[in-house]
């Protein structure tokens, strides 16, 4: 079954500090993931997808097929970065999204 | 059109009454998703449209729950007989036929069953 997982409930960190929140996926075909933030009262919003290939906010993502990873980067953590954080894929257009349980990350000034 | 909305925020209710939910997409968008969020988790996937017909069904989706969209614009989501355990968030998300796809989320509607 397609599962994702996120192994860190929450992750503090200093600001300026790096920060990687880890992601990993089981899925047997090519999925395509995701990572959503969620802001303080905020919905959720996609933060960025893999085949994007590109930087939001400072945060990257590179898609390990090998090891089965997603993992979200940021070489320079900012206090307005403090947020929810869900890995998701799905395995096409027009389906549903396989979301993990989140990662909070704070960020200490 | 500022993005997806739903109705109520917030419900509170005592077990084995019947409740309704509202979402109204994005104009245009064809595509709908219902999702449900519990403590600590992330959101599960309930049920998905394309315009007004009901394309996919979750298991967690039990005979009490039912979601329609009549004409393909906004959706209800009703759940009958309410049980404490169907207390969460449930979140409303639309998308248009596009190569993205992307989804785009609802402010969520907290249920509370007492």
């Known amino acids: 079954a397609q599962r994702v997982t996120q192994p860190e409930k929450l992750l503090s960190v200093f600001k300026g500090a790096p920060v990687e929140l880890k992601c990993n996926y089981s899925?047997?075909?090519?999925?395509?993931l995701f990572w959503y933030v969620q802001y303080s009262r905020q919905r959720l919003q996609l933060l960025l997808r893999?085949?994007s290939r590109e930087s939001i906010k400072g945060f990257t993502a590179d898609l390990n097929k090998g090891e089965t990873s997603f993992h979200l980067k940021k070489p320079f953590a900012q206090e307005e970065d403090s947020a929810m954080y869900y890995c998701?894929?799905?395995?096409?257009?027009?389906?549903?999204?396989?979301f993990g349980s989140g990662t909070r990350l704070s960020i200490r000034p | 059109d500022t993005g997806v909305s739903q109705d109520p925020r917030h419900k509170i209710t005592k077990r084995g009454q019947n409740v309704t939910f509202r979402c109204d997409p994005i104009?245009?968008?064809?595509?709908l998703y219902w999702y449900r969020q519990t403590l600590g988790q992330g959101p599960e996937f309930l049920t998905y449209?394309?315009?007004?017909?009901?394309?996919?069904k979750s298991r967690l989706l039990s005979d009490r729950f039912s979601a329609e969209r009549p004409k393909g614009s906004f959706s209800t989501l009703e759940i009958q007989r309410t049980e404490q355990g169907d207390s969460a968030m449930y979140l409303c998300?639309?998308?248009?036929?596009?190569?993205?796809?992307?989804?785009?989320f609802g402010p969520g509607t907290r249920l509370t069953v007492l």
């Open positions: 998300a639309s998308s248009s036929e596009s190569l993205t796809d992307t989804q785009y």
């Open positions: 899925y047997s075909g090519s999925p395509e």
């Open positions: 893999h085949i």
């Open positions: 998701a894929l799905r395995y096409s257009s027009a389906s549903k999204i396989i």
């Open positions: 104009s245009e968008h064809n595509r």
């Open positions: 449209f394309q315009n007004e017909a009901q394309l996919e």
